[in-house]
């Protein structure tokens, strides 16, 4: 907990919209799965997305599981995953007994590499996990011409887009995640996207127990229940129809940044010139990360640093002991998250930029 808080490192952006949906969801009695604002936030993101089936979820982690299961990834399998992100893509491979694989990222973009994947393709390799990192597309293209199945991973990146498409139209199927502190937020949820009729078929099954959908209470294999309430699907059908005020208001916040902090020695997390990124949390890396963020801790800065390297995390590490990744680790090492949510105000942002700057002045 950082004493004294007085710039949280995330925010919630909701207006009378979302209050007014979900007062509508309440005041109806359709709170849980079955209600209207499921099918209304199911047919905005298929919208949004151009996609042909939509499943909404209880987090982008529950997405990732039934997208695993639902294309019969198991034990024996291999999926290939970044080497640098959240753990639930590799902890969803891993909980559906299949063993994740992981492969550096770029220095470039920071997204898995392209060119380093024919090395850990295998005959067990079942699927690759293109995580869209900190709100940047993965290099689509260059990735299909291996020819492994993809399953996007869009959590970090709802907004972004790729060759003049959104993120989370890309692959065999794809996932969002509608956390908190995400761009398009119901709480906690998440979504599955897919145009593969077979694949989105099982997913909602699983999703629902594994009942049949037509004969009530006639399982037709294991499922679980990882719906999403249609208060939660209220919140975010509200968000939906903001969305491109929510994306440009977190990019407003990031260019803010890169005004403020341009003339130190920081690295802004690079953007290739064939993507469009959607701002999650404005990340920025240093050989003066420490230094920074204890600067930030004693002025009330909930700055933070990412996530280590997937090789270097106490459930997979055993496994990678003297392999490289030297990207990931640099980038993991060096790197730290400032707060950022839609409509920070601007003098929030300029006391994360002061004590940052009070880092340099040591």
Request: charged content about 20%; glycine content about 6%.
């Amino acid at each position: 907990m950082v004493p004294n808080l007085k710039v949280p490192l995330s925010s919630v952006a909701l207006s009378e919209s979302e209050k007014k949906y979900a007062h509508d969801a309440i005041d109806s009695s359709w709170i849980s799965s079955s209600g209207p604002y499921v099918q209304r936030l199911k047919d905005s993101l298929a919208s949004y997305t151009k996609r042909k089936h939509v499943t909404l979820t209880s987090s982008g982690t529950s997405a990732l599981a039934l997208v695993l299961r639902a294309m019969d990834i198991g034990p024996g399998d291999e999926v290939i995953v970044p080497a640098l992100t959240f753990a639930a893509p590799a902890s969803a491979v891993a909980a559906v007994g299949a063993t994740p694989v992981f492969v550096d990222i770029t220095a470039a973009d920071w997204t898995i590499d392209p060119e380093l994947l024919p090395p850990a393709i295998t005959t067990r390799t079942r699927a690759l996990i293109a995580v869209d990192l900190l709100g940047h597309p993965c290099h689509f293209s260059q990735l299909e011409r291996h020819g492994i199945p993809i399953i996007e991973d869009a959590a970090e990146a709802f907004g972004a887009r790729y060759a003049d498409r959104p993120v989370g139209s890309f692959g065999i199927a794809s996932i969002c995640s509608f956390h908190a502190n995400k761009t398009i937020t119901t709480g906690e949820g998440g979504c599955t996207l897919t145009d593969d009729d077979t694949i989105a078929e099982r997913i909602a099954l699983m999703n629902n127990h594994g009942m049949s959908p037509t004969n009530p209470y006639i399982h037709r294999e294991i499922g679980q229940n990882f719906r999403m309430t249609n208060v939660a699907a209220a919140i975010g059908f509200g968000q939906i129809e903001r969305c491109a005020e929510l994306v440009a208001a977190r990019n407003h916040v990031s260019r803010q940044y890169d005004e403020l902090l341009g003339d130190l020695p920081i690295e802004r997390r690079p953007v290739a010139q064939w993507a469009e990124e959607a701002t999650w949390l404005h990340t920025v890396a240093s050989r003066h990360k420490p230094a920074i963020l204890q600067s930030c801790a004693q002025r009330g800065v909930d700055a933070r640093s990412i996530w280590p390297a997937l090789p270097d995390q106490p459930i997979f590490r055993n496994d990678w002991i003297g392999h490289e990744f030297p990207v990931a680790r640099r980038v993991s090492a060096q790197s730290m998250w400032l707060p950022t949510w839609a409509f920070m105000p601007r003098e929030a942002i300029e006391s994360v930029a002061t004590a940052i700057r009070a880092a340099h002045a040591l």
